[in-house]
């Protein structure tokens, strides 16, 4: 299976503060780094990370050509990544002792991409394949719709969520992993196992995946329901631990893994990511996350 991952690439600004800013203050940040990030870039890197055959489409700045060689260097092929003139997008994300984040986006580049070269993208793609997705990228609707017509699967992280996740055809989403922040906005519904019933209706023939940070991940798919743990640790920094879990979850199950077993080798690679600065670099190697996962 060829995965197309339609997504972000960012440019992250990372703040450690003592707390997070509040309104009307200023404060001053303990360090200031740059590391490369944005979901889509994050996904594609834990996918090309975990061996799986991937493919990145979106767009860039001048500025952001490290991006796109860090997801060569990660085995992701970048045939259909553009460059226009806009700057890369961006994220300023602050860091707080514990680990916990906040992120605001500015989305540059990644609002840019025309239909024409959403076509171009999907071109090499057919049935069986797999197109991914998450919301910093402009367009969702016409390419998920373009993706069904070819016969592809189509996997969405909503993420972050927006009102216009509202104009998305839902229906067409054969694969949805999402947070609990998430869940609720889609369903209204704050329990998780609730939250997944309510998906459950209204998209019966879809699996759904939701992650609920220290109390794991839970899967539905096919009336069945399928419980994670973490593997607990020391957070560092969660930024791109959910990024991890898709792009590792995914890979396990394009390999052919059960549900079960995709849910723990997604788990451990989340687990060593939040031990780790920043977001792309945090995201550990195939290797690594096997060799942890005989540990335990
Ligand atoms: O999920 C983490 C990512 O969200 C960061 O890398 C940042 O760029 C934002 O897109």
């Not at 220290?214 to 539905?220: D, M, Q, R, V």
Request: glycine share 10%; proline share 5%; hydrophobic share 40%.
């Amino acid at each position: 299976m060829k995965i197309l991952n339609y997504g972000s690439l960012n440019i992250d600004l990372v703040y450690s503060v003592e707390h997070f800013v509040r309104t009307g203050e200023t404060i001053a940040s303990t360090s200031l780094r740059r590391f490369a990030g944005g979901k889509g870039l994050n996904q594609s890197v834990a996918l090309g990370r975990a061996k799986a055959n991937v493919y990145h489409g979106g767009k860039v700045g001048p500025d952001g050509q490290f991006l796109v060689e860090l997801l060569r260097e990660a085995c992701v092929d970048t045939t259909h990544l553009a460059q226009n003139g806009t700057a890369t997008g961006t994220a300023v994300i602050q860091v707080d002792p514990a680990g916990q984040n906040c992120i605001i986006i500015h989305g540059g580049a990644n609002q840019e991409n025309t239909r024409e070269e959403l076509d171009r993208m999907l071109a090499p793609f057919s049935r069986g394949d797999l197109l991914l997705l998450q919301n910093e990228v402009n367009d969702l609707p016409y390419i998920i719709r373009a993706a069904k017509t070819k016969g592809m699967q189509v996997a969405l992280n909503p993420s972050p969520i927006s009102s216009t996740l509202r104009d998305l055809p839902g229906e067409l989403v054969d694969l949805w992993i999402l947070n609990e922040v998430e869940g609720y906005e889609l369903t209204g519904k704050q329990e998780p196992r609730n939250i997944l019933a309510t998906l459950g209706q209204k998209y019966p023939e879809a699996q759904i995946v939701l992650t609920l940070g220290a109390e794991g991940s839970i899967c539905l798919d096919g009336g069945e329901m399928y419980h994670q743990p973490i593997f607990p640790v020391e957070p560092v920094d969660t930024t791109a631990a959910g990024d991890t879990f898709t792009g590792y979850y995914l890979a396990s199950i394009a390999r052919g893994e059960s549900i079960p077993q995709a849910l723990r080798t997604a788990s451990m690679a989340a687990s060593i990511a939040v031990t780790r600065p920043g977001a792309a670099p945090s995201i550990p190697g195939y290797e690594e996350v096997l060799a942890a996962l005989k540990t335990r």
